[in-house]
């Protein structure tokens, strides 16, 4: 079992920066490759990055957003950049045996998420 804990939302004006910890606990969880995904209101849940042995990123988010990964801490984390209000959602950290895939049924493993409000 693998359990998974986003940290790190919050309420930001356009333009501010936002990180986004997710910390891993279980036996096996530092095996898994890690991927954070969002869900916007009324909108269905997208791929936003995914490391693994590479890295992975949305073209919505490419060269805004960094995906890290801490083996010392088993925290992967969601460094944010530039963000505007279209990076409004709920952000999920999921883990699965598919490196950086986009489908969402491929992650066993979801935390819970954290809400990131971007303002204008």
């Known amino acids: 079992q693998v359990q998974l804990v986003e940290s790190g939302g919050g309420l930001v004006q356009a333009g501010d920066s936002l990180s986004l910890p997710c910390v891993a606990s279980?036996?096996?969880?530092?095996?898994?490759?890690k991927s954070w995904f969002r869900q916007a209101p009324g909108k269905e849940r997208e791929f936003v990055a995914g490391?693994?042995?590479?890295?992975y990123y949305s073209d919505s988010v490419k060269g805004r957003f960094t995906i890290s990964r801490d083996y010392a801490k088993n925290t992967v984390l969601l460094q944010m950049n530039n963000l505007n209000p279209a990076d409004t959602a709920v952000y999920y950290c999921?883990?699965?045996?598919?490196?950086?895939?986009?489908?969402?049924?491929?992650?066993?493993?979801w935390g819970q998420g954290t809400l990131v409000t971007v303002s204008s």
């Open positions: 279980g036996r096996t969880s530092s095996t898994y490759p």
């Open positions: 490391i693994g042995n590479l890295i």
């Open positions: 999921a883990a699965g045996l598919r490196p950086g895939s986009r489908d969402e049924r491929d992650y066993r493993y």
